[in-house]
Structure formats: C-alpha cells, structure tokens
C-alpha cells in the first residue's frame, strides 16, 4: 500500500490544488486525520497519522477505489504542497516498468451496473498466480473470464501478463467472492472455478464454500452450468462433500485428475504426494430472475448536524440476526459537518463504507453500499439512527 513517513509537519490548507491533484478537505479524530484527494475522476482519502514521533500518510483502506498509480501521485502533490520532510516511501513511479492493463480491472459497481454480453461467462474465485485464469481466457477467446481475489500484488501480477499477452476478455475484480454473485443475473455463467481455496481448517466459516455459496452459484449457473471445486485439503473435501449432499443436483467427485494447467498450488502439493479432490456439481434448473434494489439514499427530515449525531451514535455493534451496523470512527470537518466510517451489512463479510454528513444533508460518501439485503436492512437501521431523535 503506498505511505509515506514524513518528519511532523503542520496540516496543509484545504482547498488546494497540486500538481493535477485537489486536496478538498480534512477530516480529524483523535487519533488521525482522513485527507479527501480527488484526481482524474477519483475521490479518496489519505490517512495521516502520528507513528513513533513522525507522521505517517497512507491510502485509506475503506476509499481504496482508486488504483495503486494515482494514490502514489497523490501522495507526491502532498509531499510538494506540504513542503514535509520525508523519511521514507514506497510511491516511486517507474515509468520503464510495464504497467498492468487496468481498464481489464473492473470495480464491482461495473457488475451492478454496465455490464452485460450475450458470450458465455466463466468466474474463477481466487485466482492467486492466475494461471489457470489465463490459460483457459487464452484458450477460449470465445468466452469472458472474471477473476476474483482479495490480493491486490496477485491482481497486479494478472494484470501484467494480460498486457503481455494481450489477452482481451479477462475482467480481473478486487471483491470478496462470497458476495460478489448476488450481483449477477440468474442463469447467467457457464463455469465457476474454485481451485484451492484457503482451507480455513480452524475457522470453517470463513470458508468461500458454503450453502450460502452454493444456493447462489446455482442460481446463477445456467442449465448444465457447473461450479468446480480442486482441493488439496482433506477436511475441505469432507466438508464441501457433504454440502454438496444437501443437493438434487448432480454432482461428481473425482481424484487426483491432472488439468490441462497446474497452478503454483497444485505443483508443489503434488510434489509432497498430496491427494487432490475435484467436486463438481451441476445446475439443472432455470432460476427466477432478482431485481437489484440500488436506491441507498437518506429519505429525512429534521436531521442532527454532525457534532449532536456525533454525541449520539451507539459506540457498540448493533448485531441483528441477518446483519449488522457499527458506527466505528467519526471525522470532523466543521463542527456541522463530518464523516462517519460504518461496517454494516452481513456479519461475516461486512462492508465498510463512510457516511458524509454535510449541514441538512447525508450521504454514503464516495461508494454506496453495494445492493445485498443484508446492506438493504443495515441502511433502514443507519437512516433511523440518523434522523433527529430517533435513539431517544
Ligand atoms: C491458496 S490460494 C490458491 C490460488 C490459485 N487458485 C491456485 O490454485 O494457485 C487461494 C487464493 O484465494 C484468494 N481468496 C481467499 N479468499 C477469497 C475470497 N473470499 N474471495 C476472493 N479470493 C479469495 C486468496 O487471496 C488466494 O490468492
């Protein structure tokens, strides 16, 4: 993640301009502030924190929307408007060095959104090296693959090698694979690839395999349309076998078959002797279409301005049975505005998102929640909680 640590300097003053980058505002707690940059057509935000006498400016993790190259950029226009000293950094720009082929890298709102083809559609979940990800994409030109993983120097390392092999129908998404489906259409994908996931041996419900995941697979798989699991863990194939007994659905098992491509994984279990599982299971029925509900807007009247809203917020989680709100920090800008930072959502993979409460109005600032119930019933609690009063 690109930082900077810098000997202690004064905040700089907002707004400015830099270098092609516009410092809007800064937003202070207790423990640190929050910098909203907006570059090309991205908003984010620096954190500044005091770390070991010095300061420590970095990308804020829950607005990191914006790619690796621009937040570098940003961090470069600070050092230049601050006049700060830096002490160290990792936001060199090597302008030799091949850059990865963003526009094949998608944020999720491109799903929920824009995205649409009538060609056939493979997910693989996990993709790590990515071999096998650009192999079959390679192999089948024909077809989109999306890849999904939560490790941005994979995703990096991905993007590359699509330059490099000038590979065109690949959509590489940085989002958890658990949730990532509810936002496809029904009957949409032909193939998804589970290889290797993280056993989670200690913690199964961290797992990406779950009834969750299989319900939704299946919905969105069309007739004949398989969700592919290659294992190396004993107690994953036990586990994941008896899901898939849960199911009508056909299902195979099959034992140390050898794919056309073996990933990283794959070649060093088999080295150990390792036994490898390949469960599949099929779809066979049409599902019924869903509606995303995208309406997150704050519908209220006689609202508190930031500092009373501030006062009021519960300071625990508030944990439902379907989902959860934790109000986690606040940031204020003037004493009538501020940010909210909220984990909310599904109690296993919450998401994080700020709320932006500016004089009479409030609004998810930079990212709305992505459209799961989960999400859906979070926001309805967030609105009562916001309205005047409502926690009296
Ligand atoms: C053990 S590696 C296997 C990588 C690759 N499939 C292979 O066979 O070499 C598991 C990968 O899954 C990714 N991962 C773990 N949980 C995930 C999730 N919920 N959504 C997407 N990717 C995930 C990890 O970052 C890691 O790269």
Same mark, same amino acid.
């Given at each position: ?14 707004? !400015? ?11 202070? !707690? ?17 954190? /500044? ?38 002490? #160290? ?39 790590? #090296?990515?071999? $096998? %990800? ?13 890849? %999904? ?16 092999? *000038? ?6 998404? *940085? ?13 949409? =994908?032909?193939? =998804? ?11 199964? $419900? ?27 863990? +004993? ?12 199911? #009508?659905?056909?299902?195979? =098992? ?42 997150? !807007? ?13 006062? %009021? ?22 004493? /009538? ?10 109690? *296993? ?9 500016? *004089? ?10 992505? +459209? ?7 926001? /309805?609690? =967030? ?10």
């Amino acid at each position: 993640m690109p930082h900077i640590i810098t000997k202690k300097h004064n905040a700089i003053e907002t707004p !400015s301009f830099k270098d092609g980058v516009f410092f809007d505002f800064i937003a202070h !707690s207790s423990k640190e502030d929050k910098i909203c940059v907006r570059i090309e057509d991205k908003t984010f935000l620096l954190t /500044k924190l005091e770390k070991n006498g010095n300061h420590l400016i970095k990308l804020d993790v829950t607005t990191k929307v914006a790619p690796i190259l621009l937040a570098k950029k940003a961090l470069h226009a600070y050092v230049a408007l601050s006049g700060c000293e830096v002490i #160290s950094s990792n936001i060199a720009i090597h302008s030799t060095r091949l850059e990865p082929q963003k526009e094949y890298l998608k944020d999720i709102s491109y799903f929920v959104n824009d995205f649409s083809t009538t060609k056939d559609i493979c997910v693989e979940v996990g993709f790590g #090296s990515g071999r $096998h %990800l650009l192999y079959q994409a390679k192999a089948n030109k024909d077809k989109i693959y999306i890849g %999904l993983e939560i490790h941005t120097p994979s995703i990096e390392q991905v993007l590359k090698q699509v330059r490099i092999d *000038n590979i065109e129908n690949i959509f590489v998404v *940085n989002y958890d694979a658990r949730l990532f489906l509810e936002f496809m259409a029904s009957n949409s =994908i032909s193939q =998804i690839f589970v290889h290797f996931p993280v056993p989670w041996d200690k913690k199964p $419900h961290r797992r990406v395999m779950s009834k969750e995941f299989i319900d939704e697979s299946l919905r969105v798989l069309k007739i004949d349309g398989s969700l592919e699991l290659r294992t190396d863990s +004993p107690l994953y194939y036990e586990y994941s076998k008896e899901l898939y007994e849960g199911y #009508s659905e056909k299902s195979t =098992i099959l034992k140390n078959q050898n794919l056309e491509v073996s990933s990283k994984y794959e070649d060093r279990w088999k080295r150990m002797g390792k036994d490898i599982w390949d469960l599949t299971i099929y779809a066979d029925k049409q599902s019924p279409a869903i509606t995303l509900d995208k309406d997150f !807007s704050f519908n209220i009247e006689n609202k508190l301005l930031f500092n009373e809203l501030q006062a %009021l917020l519960p300071k625990k989680p508030i944990v439902e049975d379907d989902f959860m709100v934790h109000f986690t920090y606040s940031f204020e800008i003037a004493p /009538k505005s501020g940010l909210i930072h909220i984990s909310m959502g599904s109690f *296993n993979k919450p998401f994080c998102v700020y709320l932006m409460v500016e *004089n009479e109005k409030v609004s998810y600032f930079v990212s709305t929640p992505v +459209p799961t119930s989960a999400n859906h019933k979070a926001h /309805k609690l =967030i609105e009562k909680i916001v309205k005047n009063g409502e926690l009296q």
